[in-house]
């Protein structure tokens, strides 16, 4: 069986924008070349996750999590490489990416549905659940500039997992909302696994990571320094910081 | 790029869902709501239209009906090319963040401005109905069957422009600057203000043919025309300032002419946007 995203030697350059990018006049003098700056986000990186499985990814500021995980949502196309995913994808927007404040939650739906590719019919018959998940009933016809942060990750979070992906991207989001909203997203998370769904995650928090993934990957200047049983990891890890 | 055509049908639903949050959102706030939208034209018009018929005393007859026919393509151009200039901007964190061929930006914003088009298009008839009424002045045609061929061409043409606007705009924001600089050109240059014919008796005669066709060539001078040559009838010949002028027949091979240039603008427009879609998450 294919694994659900195969990184084969993906590598992300970006070019530094400097202050002079983005303007008709800048674009105009540059025969007197500047030269810009390349910045190597991840080098040469290969990478298999199985069907079922729930990896965090770790690693400082600046060390390519971020990059990856858009990469294999397909926001970025690698400089060089492959990037092979089989199934459905849904991705957690995070706190108003996805979201008008204007609209209410109940056309937010709707509108990140969409986003995600799917058709009106389709969310029309989840829209009962997704409310329900996100325990927002009352509020779900106000404007949702009236949410609170909570609010606002617990209505994108229950979009993404109730819209039944195949494989869930997560980043860096489920630290708002409180504690007992947290248990039940790690429950559903739970549960989704159980389904032999994906999961892929990129976090600070180690203990969400070990709570939640069983396999962890460290990323580091771009390059994967380690891979493996994540409790043994994040202890590697975060004996390496100090 | 029939691959891409596939991948967009398949995102119909969010262009849909873009276009009703569009509606929906810029008039929330207001109380007279979607009659901002009829009212900009309409008050240009009704000022224009003073000008013209008090100030510099240009006489024709049912010029009211002339413009307005005019002014509404013209407003839709307009306002849909202003909007795209800034549509991927205002939808940076979501194209940082989520997957979705980044062309539904602009379709859902030329379409938004589709609806606004329509609706004022309904005002026109009315305004046209009260006219074969009351003033016998000037009927509804049956060549007003040609009106939605001549919207889906400007919509063509239209989307191309924006395919361009759009995507030149997240690498250099002078784009919106220079868009509006060349509107504000552009409104003087087009028939709208004034009939196409004008142009033509100006035109010295030696190159009257070639030159009118070349001008007729641009579409949007052509579909300005042709707006008018469907839905009104001809204007009576008539002096204005020491020149005879008459209405032209419309011209159904430059009308021919123009909707191949709408295509080829769109076709090259989705090429040019679909080549650097991609790297647009990356510089906003």
Redesign the interface.
Known sequence: MNPAIRLTNLTKRFKLLTEKHGSLKAALLSFKHTPSRDLLALDNISLAIDHGETVAIIGRNGSGKSTMLRIIGRVYKPTSGAVEVDGRMSTMLDLGAGFHPELTGRENIFFNGAVMGLSMAQLRSKVDSIIDFSELADFIDSPVKSYSAGMLMRLGFAVAVETDPDILLIDEVLAVGDAAFQDKCYQRIESFKAEGKTIVFVTHDLEAARLVASRAVWLDKGIIRADGDTISLTEDYLAHRV | MIEELKELA??K??I???VI?DL??RY??SVLGFFWSLANPLIQVATIWLVVKYILRLEMPNYSAYLLVGYLPWVYFQMALLDSSQVVLTHR????????PREVLPISVVLANLVHFLLALVILFAYLMFYRLFLHGAPIMMSALWLPALILLETLLITGITFFVSCLNV?????KY?LSALLSVMFYLTPVMYVAELVYVRIPEAHRRLLYHIYLANPLNMLTDAYRKTLLPPFTAQAMRGMKISSLPLDYAMLGVAALVCLLVAVVGYKFFNSRK??F???I
Do not use: G, I, P
């Open positions: 398949r995102y639903d969010l849909r869902q873009l949050r929906k959102v929330k706030n964190d979501l194209l940082k963040k989520v997957y979705f690498f250099y924001q002078d784009t220079l991609w790297v998450a990356e510089h």
